[in-house]
């Protein structure tokens, strides 16, 4: 029998790192090694602190290890950690269910809990196939909706993301998500709106009629993407056309909800109800959570054991789950939300006119992001002076991440608790950065 007889250092283990985790994760960022996360700060193993902008991927929306999360779900945890769902039954699973719908887009309030985005996606699809008995699903090109072969079927954001992993799901086809910044008419927003709209309506002409599909499938802001967002008339005819033929809408708000916008989902943002909407990251802070949540007439139809999971809605996410619920309320993070992201904004829109690096600057609450195109062109994507900012950043004390199909933007997504004190921290980091890396 073998034994585990050799335990290294971490030190030598993060220097082995390649032969011990798959190398598929991203690489185009050094993994900095983290000792232990607090509120909007992240302590690294070299004894430095890093303010977080990035928020474990959108994740920790109330902030890292935040108190009543964590003893929400210290308390779960010693009196059951994992039993089946289905077969046996728990009070976190109910309440949050009840809780969440109180406050999720329309009437969908009814749930089924997985363990991350992309299975929330999966079940969306499946969803939205069985109760329509249609096949088709319209996606958006330059949309991420997860790793999994489902999500990574309907995700259109890099075509590296797919590269060697086909055959994918088949009957999925991909329609224009309107981009304003990079639009040939960027300062008409309802004609940018128009003419995705036109793109979708010639896809039902040419290659598949509406009432083949079963679902448009729609980041409301797309995240991985470029944090784009779209013209509201857009989104507002999407609705339209679902109604008129059928068709399921279906919002993936992983990125987008619990906050992130300054509403509790983007769908609120812009007063447009889905039939089906996807959750996760900001659901449980960071513990394993998921959920498709669909309107109750669509649910009714997934018949008994057409869908399932092991672990998916466990106690110990879903008590987390609560407090989250309860942390957003009681602290007022909505409205906190609006108010640092409308100041970050601001000065973001300030820092632009002092450069020509900056192409765009844009946001809806704290989900902000900065676009960067090389000076002189024709708003040519800028992912160098990325790579640069991104570097000098960290040296300064700042975590970032980027975002965009060129790899051209970078998204600035605090915790949703985040002081005036620290979004001034944060900008005069990134501030210095900026102008530092358009001089190197
Ligand atoms: C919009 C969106 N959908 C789905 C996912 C996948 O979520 P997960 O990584 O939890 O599977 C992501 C992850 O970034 C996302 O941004």
Sequence with gaps: MSEIKNKKSFEYLVEHIDDLLAPCLAQDWPNLSIERAEGSYVYGKDGKRYLDFLAGFGACNVGHNHPRVIEAAKSQMSKMVHTAIGVTNYEPILRLADELGQVTPGDTNVFFFGN???????????????????SGIIAFLG?????SLGATSVTSSKAKYRT???PFMPDIYFAQFPYPFRSAISDDLEKCGQLAIDDLNRLFEYVIEPQEVAALLVEPIQGEGGYIIPPKNWLVALREICDKYGILLIFDEVQTGFGRTGEWFASQAFNVNPDIITLAKGIANGFPLGATAARAEIMQKWGAVSHGTTCGGSPISCA????????????????NAQKQ????LEKLRELKTKTPIIGDVRGLGLMIAVEFVKPNTDKEPNSEVVQRILRLALEKGLLLYPCGHWTQTIRLIPALTVTREQIEEGLDIFSEAVLEANTQ
């Design 143 to 147: 949309g991420f909706h997860g790793r």
């Design 164 to 166: 060697g992993h086909s």
């Design 116 to 134: 991350s985005g992309s299975e929330s996606v999966d079940g969306a699809i499946k969803l939205a196939r069985y109760s329509t008995q249609r």
């Design 341 to 344: 992201g409308a100041y970050m």
């Design 320 to 335: 987390a789950g609560l407090a989250v619920i309860e942390t957003i309320q009681e602290e007022n993070l909505l409205a």
